[in-house]
């Protein structure tokens, strides 16, 4: 039989009444998030899916959802958030504050790649193209990288690796959509036709979510976005939410990754 109210915790180290954990379920379950069965049963699952519903709201998610509490109240509210695709991870929310990302990394500008990796071709249109710089292309991989097939340049593939282990640990519920839409591609950036997008030497990559890829420049991103953020700023990579155009799909190695990175390429 259901019930209207929640009578006990449920999640991390909480009591988990099979009746109190079956409605928690069924309200993650409308607002898109992951929990596997309806079954009462308080699993690796639902605690994660309580700790990314929290992320939403609370700034040190602890995984409990407390009769009364604040998680409580946010399940509870009868028009959840808006979705493109039904699922909470790609819903649409404000950009974060400026100086929230990137703290501490520098985007690489073009003259900046040109010195410390070379330049990958000799002319650039609006599509992609291959690199054709001989030294450039010897250090270029195609890879799997978790859930992600990539080509790229071979230290860019090795760092990826780890943000994607991260990724998977830390954020599991992206990690299981995690896409892309590519991450060598010679050519200009969008919209221009002098700046060489920093796709051209494999260090940056375009990140989908369920499929679905952030929109450019609409002064929104995707939620599940600004969760795996930070996990890309650690590593170094530079996420273009901040760029003048807005790119929230958009993570490249920053000037301190290329400097390393320069150093290891033969």
């Given amino acids: 039989m259901s019930q209207e109210t929640l009578l006990a915790s449920v999640g991390f180290q909480a009591t988990n009444r099979a009746a109190d954990v079956a409605l928690v379920q069924r309200l993650l379950l409308r607002r898109g998030y992951r929990v596997g069965l309806v079954d009462g049963i308080c699993g690796d699952r639902t605690r994660a899916a309580i700790r990314t519903f929290q992320q939403g709201f609370l700034s040190v998610p602890d995984g409990r959802v407390d009769p009364g509490g604040t998680t409580w109240r946010h399940l509870q509210e009868k028009r959840p958030a808006p979705t493109r695709d039904g699922g909470s991870l790609t819903r649409l929310v404000a950009l974060p504050p400026r100086n929230s990302v990137n703290n501490g990394l520098v985007a690489a500008n073009n003259a900046y790649m040109v010195q410390k990796l070379g ?118 990579w530079y996420w273009g939410v901040t760029f003048s155009r807005e790119d929230g799909m958009h993570f490249e190695a920053s000037r301190s990754l290329i400097d390393s990175w320069s150093q290891q390429i033969v």
């Fill in 119 to 236: 330049q990958p071709r000799s002319q650039y249109g609006v599509d992609c193209q291959p690199v054709t710089d001989p030294r450039l292309k010897r250090n270029i991989r195609t890879e799997m990288v978790g859930p992600l097939r990539v080509t790229g340049l071979v230290p860019a593939l090795q760092n990826l690796r780890t943000v994607v282990e991260e990724i998977r640990t830390l954020q599991p519920d992206i990690h299981a959509g995690l896409g892309t839409a590519g991450m060598l591609c010679c050519r200009y950036v969008r919209g221009s036709t002098t700046a060489i997008s920093n796709h051209s030497w494999g260090t940056a990559i375009d990140v989908k979510i369920n499929g679905e890829l952030d929109d450019y420049r609409d002064g929104l991103v995707q939620y599940g976005l600004t969760l795996i953020a930070p996990i890309f700023n650690r590593h170094g």
